[in-house]
């Protein structure tokens, strides 16, 4: 009887255990998928890619809206800080970074901006501050890679080719790559 209730008992364990480490699995499997169908899109890691208006076939966002331009970048913290900016319509825009396991760590939008451009440095956690950046414009990831993703609202069908012109000005680099 003892050995059927630990066989028991440890089969649940197992089970408990494999169905939890396949939850967390997932993400992080669906997020290296993501990456790398944007990044090969993008022609690399730490470029940006510029989409156009989200149709019913547009899938590199998953459930994109028609009325929203998305540019995504997927960084990669490896050969040091990426840096992020761009131009800010006079329409709602955001950037949001999504770590490796897709959790959301970083949101900005146009109403907590006081100019009309953007400038940000993402960094490994822990790693030091680049020289000359302000503190305020450093965002701290907790993986090494994920993906950036900038929206912008379509607020009337006659400014679609303006918003775009200001969409193409975002850009994603490695600091690296500046020197």
């Known amino acids: 009887m003892r050995f059927w209730v630990s066989t028991f008992v440890l089969a649940v364990v197992v089970s408990i255990t494999s169905f939890y480490a396949t939850l967390a699995y997932i993400p ?18 730490n470029v940006i890619r510029h989409g156009t208006r989200a149709t019913s076939k547009f899938r590199s966002v998953v459930r994109p809206s028609p009325d929203q331009l998305y540019s995504a970048c ?17 329409t709602y825009w955001s950037l949001s970074m999504f770590s490796h396991n897709s959790d959301n760590f970083f949101v900005v939008n146009d109403s907590q901006m006081e100019d009309q ?8 956690k822990g790693q030091r501050t680049p020289e000359g950046v302000p503190v305020e414009r450093v965002i701290a990831s907790p993986s090494k890679t994920g993906i950036a993703l900038v929206r912008i609202f379509i607020d ?5 080719e ?10 994603c ?3 690296a790559n500046e020197n």
């Open 28 to 45: 992080i499997n669906e997020m290296r998928k993501a990456e790398k169908r944007i990044a090969t899109v993008a022609g690399g890691r």
């Open 74 to 90: 997927v960084y990669d913290l490896s050969d040091g800080p990426v840096r992020f900016s761009g131009s800010i319509p006079d």
């Open 117 to 124: 451009t953007y400038d940000y440095v993402l960094i490994k």
């Open 156 to 160: 009337k069908d006659d400014r679609l």
């Open 162 to 171: 303006e918003l775009d012109r200001v969409q193409r000005l975002g850009n």
């Open 173 to 175: 680099s490695s600091l």
